[in-house]
């Protein structure tokens, strides 16, 4: 099968595919990130609150970089009927 066909198959259920998956997220809120060296396992048990250099980590907000180390903090609830 040539590679165009296999490519006009694929489009509808890709499509279909991301449709779905994006059906019935939750945003996750409340939580607050961290930049830290890596292996600084003590850095998540600090309070956001009362530590300083902890901030908010919004819904569509990104991290990342080369050698870019994280801790994020935060409670969450899951909503009543998710698997």
């Known amino acids: 099968m040539q590679n165009t ?3 006009r198959r694929a489009r509808p259920v890709l499509d279909a595919l991301r449709t779905l998956a994006l059906q019935g ?6 939580l607050h990130k961290k930049s830290c ?7 998540v048990q ?12 919004a819904p569509g907000d990104a991290i ?3 050698e870019a180390h994280y ?3 935060g409670g969450i609830t899951a909503p009543a ?3």
């Not at 997220?25 to 409340?30: S, W």
């Not at 600090?46 to 980590?57: K, R």
């Open 81 to 83: 009927g998710s698997a």
């Open 37 to 43: 060296p890596y292996h600084s396992w003590d850095t």
């Open 5 to 7: 066909e296999l490519r």
């Open 71 to 73: 801790c994020f903090r």
């Open 46 to 57: 600090e309070d956001p609150a009362t530590t300083p250099g902890w901030t908010p980590f």
């Open 25 to 30: 997220r939750t945003p996750v809120l409340g």
């Open 64 to 66: 990342g970089g080369v």
